[in-house]
């Protein structure tokens, strides 16, 4: 079975072994391995990263990138309805705050709205979603549906694609003013938050899945649920290379 044979639930596995539960630290590595399935390294990223992309590719980009980015605090809302552990709720709700702006600070979907300004969409066009390819909206509603559904613990595991989420934002901080001088650099702040704010999540994410994820068939489920996550995120690049081609 793989992640596109249900909708908004990850793979389950047949586990029949009886082997020992990988140590601790042996299961972190496997976990970080997942990295080299991350979108960092989908040809559309490294197109858009290298300067091979046309601003109408940008504008795809930054417009289905929004649906994911409101979608966000609903899948972090879903985490939290599940939780009864009132000690992970008090830190999990700063991830909606993070997105949906509190106090003095806009929020990452208010900085994201900036980056569409920034490449010259306007920002009724951006709310309404047009450019929403349909792949992407599958991909983003299956990821929510997920967290609904899933036990907390595994929602949480399936956000540690966090882990690899720095040195992409890193990569478009150091090559888009370069290529696409275009851009308003006051648009790339959102890049520039997450990179503090993923560092911190992942520390949080990571502590709950390896207090909870402790013989070695929840250890497989749980690398399982992180290439479902992994496969979203691909998907995602995969429907707007498709939707925007040139």
């Known amino acids: 079975m793989n992640a ?70 609903l899948k972090d809302a879903a985490v939290m309805s599940n939780c009864p552990d009132r000690t992970t709720r008090r830190r999990w709700v700063a991830r909606i705050l993070d997105h949906d702006g509190h106090g003095g600070d806009e929020g990452g979907i208010e900085t994201w709205a900036r980056l569409g300004d920034a490449v010259g969409i306007d920002r009724d066009e951006l709310w ?32 540690l694609t966090e882990m690899f989420a720095p040195q992409i934002h890193k990569d478009r901080l150091a090559t888009w003013p370069q290529h696409y001088p275009w851009i308003e650099p006051d648009g790339l702040a959102y890049f520039r938050s997450r990179i503090p704010l993923a560092q911190r999540d992942v520390e949080h994410g990571l502590e709950v899945t390896l207090d909870y994820f402790t013989t070695r068939a929840q250890q497989e489920r749980a690398l399982e649920i992180l290439q479902f996550k992994l496969d979203i995120l691909w998907s995602m690049l995969d429907a707007i290379e498709k939707a925007f081609p040139e």
């Open 128 to 159: 309404s979603l047009q450019h929403v390819a349909p792949g992407v909206r599958f991909a983003v509603d299956a990821y929510v549906n997920f967290a609904r559904r899933a036990p907390w613990q595994e929602a949480v595991c399936s956000s």
């Open 4 to 73: 596109k044979d249900t909708f908004g639930t990850a793979p389950v596995r047949a586990n029949t072994n009886d082997e020992p539960a990988w140590t601790r630290d042996a299961f972190e590595a496997r976990l970080r391995a997942k990295g080299a399935g991350y979108h960092i390294h989908h040809p559309f990223n490294v197109k858009l990263n290298s300067g091979g992309c046309s601003p109408a590719q940008i504008r795809g980009w930054v417009a289905n990138r929004f649906y994911y980015q409101i979608n966000i605090p």
